[in-house]
């Protein structure tokens, strides 16, 4: 999902079915990243995290690769549930720094039942 | 409960005038943050804090002001020289350091009228 302005980037699936987001980050300094779920007005919810010194990070149904060559993230969401459905956003610690991230634009997901 | 509140959920102003946004945590968080988001968008920084009465500008602080006066609070102020402040508000805190996970409040949506 890259960014294309105003206009969210958009990922449709079918219920059960496997689900990526894709991320590119800005700062190849940056070595730590996150994922968050946002759902329709409301704050963005913690989904996953991974330092710079991994590849992969697996948790609960999702996974996270890492691929600082390309500077690059995805986001896998196993078996996608239309309580998945929200926005998604990748955030890196802006070059390194210990306080402040900077978000990408993000992909809405949307899950068909 | 361990969270972040935000209050009040909605807010309505009229041009020219002030409005101060409540953020408070109970996490014991050292660092606090403020962003805004605007439809279709990703998080934008606009102040935070790492310690009490301490804090910095972020990438639009233009028009707004922050106070740390205690570690559970991080108001933010909207101030009329803010050109265009209809737009959600988020608020954020971290235990700072290497894994730089944020925590988010729900949000407050401000409409200047």
């Known amino acids: 999902g890259e960014s294309v302005g105003l206009h969210l980037p958009t990922l449709s699936v079918q219920e059960g079915d496997n689900s990526i987001i894709n991320c590119a980050y800005s700062?190849?300094?940056?070595?730590?990243f996150i994922w968050y779920k946002q759902e329709s007005g409301k704050g963005p919810q913690f989904i996953i995290d991974?330092?710079?010194?991994?590849d992969k990070r697996q948790g609960q149904r999702v996974t996270v690769l890492l691929n600082k060559t390309v500077k690059h993230l995805s986001l896998q969401i196993a078996a996608t549930q239309p309580g998945d459905s929200a926005v998604y956003f990748c955030?890196?610690?802006?070059?390194?720094?210990?306080?402040?991230?900077?978000f990408g634009k993000g992909t809405l997901l949307t899950v068909n039942p | 409960d361990g969270g972040i509140t935000q209050s009040p959920k909605y807010l309505f102003r009229k041009e020219g005038q002030n409005v101060t946004l409540s953020c408070e945590q109970n996490?014991?968080?050292?660092?606090m943050y403020w962003y805004r988001q605007d439809p279709g968008q990703g998080l934008r920084l606009i102040y935070y804090?790492?310690?009490?009465?301490?804090?910095q500008k972020g990438d639009i602080a233009e028009g707004y002001s922050v106070s740390r006066e205690k570690k559970e609070s991080f108001p933010l102020t909207v101030t009329s020289a803010q050109k265009n402040p209809t737009a959600f508000y988020l608020c954020?805190?971290?235990?700072?350091?290497?894994?730089?996970?944020?925590?988010f409040g729900p949000g407050t949506r401000l409409t200047v009228l």
């Open positions: 991974i330092r710079s010194n991994m």
């Open positions: 700062n190849s300094a940056s070595d730590y």
């Open positions: 996490l014991n968080h050292d660092a």
């Open positions: 955030a890196e610690n802006s070059g390194g720094s210990n306080y402040k991230l900077t």
């Open positions: 954020a805190s971290s235990m700072g350091g290497k894994r730089n996970e944020q925590f």
């Open positions: 804090s790492q310690i009490v009465n301490d804090f």
